[in-house]
């Protein structure tokens, strides 16, 4: 399934007038692009005054960005000129789109959809802005559910780039590739996905959210500690506690029991009884002064804790043994510090005199160190080891203090904050990264859309620094999978098993962003 538009699909013509049907925050949202765009839009709410209302929360977004200059005084007139608002569904009649954003309810917008059959023309495209309730459900009830689709924005609509276009069993294929070339058109990257619990967005970022919850569960780490190696190890914008406190735990708790559901319970996406506890206490986040972190006013910054500078000597040399496979560049990053590196055969270890790290592989530090013998400490995975600024590191029970404080003055002499976190399978990038490959690659097996489709969806919908599918192939798809059924089988539980897809790829070392290719 392409994420471009086929069979030489056109946008609509922008004498097309687009209707939105609710003017909240998202509908306004919508309003506003299509209105830029250059076509006549028509608001419509069935609230009395919320169109107007939506009008002017418009009005006021376009003020902005003339004081911002990214837009002169003659065109937000001519915009807003563009925009009228509508109290009664009959005024949709002249409408070639109507793009639904009402309540996230399937009753609510069944009976909507029902009612604008009676309304609009016969070659009227439908589009539901829906981010949970599946196309085939709200379209069930239609005469002609063949002229449904979704049209999932991101909020704030103006300024994220991703449109996911949704198909339904029922949606003509065609309304699919005019909704992409349309969206396209409004400056918009439209990504093409099948009608699955979460689409692709919602569904693949849900280890991003859940990996960071089970850490804390288990008291591995701070919230502090936890961002600050997702933002400095993996190269995430945000760490996943922080951008839990951003988008509401309620409404984040709300997305991830509405997968869960529509998945019949699968334990991958199960919601976290920590979240459940901050949306039961009223800690959600930003817009209540308290989650994770205090957001109240005058409240301190919170400390990620980072391990104090170590007062061992540096050591003067590392030993290589064999190959460090996706952290093979971390050996250029030792040498421009002024340790040399002396490479030996071995299963990808670094040894400093009796000391030993390793790059985590989903086994306990604990768990290796019974193995091997000796003091073992383990390390996340970066996304670029040139540039990290942040590493995780766990040693394992058995490893003396001392040991650990050598690990800890290696990275700090390459420039790293450490945080030093307990003995948790998978640390916290690593065991994240994994399971957002697996879900892709789940995703990509199931046909929900192509791996390109997918990779763009997580790196232009929620910012992520690369795609799963190529982070996944960075880090080698055999790693992977060899984390993840560590995991499996520390934990005893079915939430990591690996998809097929991911073992296919490692057993017959394939790229994953090579299989299904389409």
Known sequence: MSGKAGNGAEALPKDTVVAVVGAGT????????????GHPVLLFDSFAGAAERGRQAIAANLARMVAKGSLDEAGRGAILDRIRTGDKLEALAGAGLVVEAI?????????????????VSADCILATNTSSISIESIGAPLSRPE?????????PAPLMALVEIVRGRATDPAVADRLLATAAGWGKVPVL??????????RVARPFYAEALRVLAEGAATPAALDAVMRGCGGF????????????HDVNYAVTRSVWDA??????????????????AGWLGRKSGRGFYDHRPGAAAADPGFAPAASVPLPASVTVAGSLGFAASLLDRIRAAGIAVEETAGPGLLRLGTVTLAPTDGRLATERAAESGGDLVLFDWALDWAKAGTIAIAPARQTSAAATAVAVR?????????????DVPGLIAARTVAMLVNEAADALNQGVADGPAIDLAMTRGVNYPVGPLAWGDRVGPALVLRTLDNLARTYGEDRYRASPLLRRCALAGVALLNEKDS
Do not use: W, Y
Not at 103 to 116: G, N, S, V
Not at 193 to 202: D, E, H, L, W
Not at 237 to 248: A, S
Not at 410 to 422: H, K, N, P
């Open 26 to 37: 998202m509908g306004s949202g919508i309003a506003q692009v299509a209105a830029v765009a």
């Open 410 to 422: 290696l990275f700090q002499a390459l420039g790293m904050s450490v945080a030093l976190i307990d």
């Open 147 to 155: 002229r449904l689709a979704g049209l999932h924005f991101f909020n």
């Open 263 to 280: 998945f019949h319970k699968d334990p991958r996406f199960q919601p976290s009884l920590v979240q459940r506890e901050l949306v039961e």
């Open 237 to 248: 914008r945000m760490g996943p506690c922080e951008l839990m406190d951003l988008i509401g």
């Open 103 to 119: 309540i996230e309810d399937l009753t609510a917008k069944r009976a909507l959809f029902t009612a604008l059959e009676n309304v």
């Open 193 to 202: 996905a099948r009608s699955t619990p979460g689409f692709i967005v919602n």
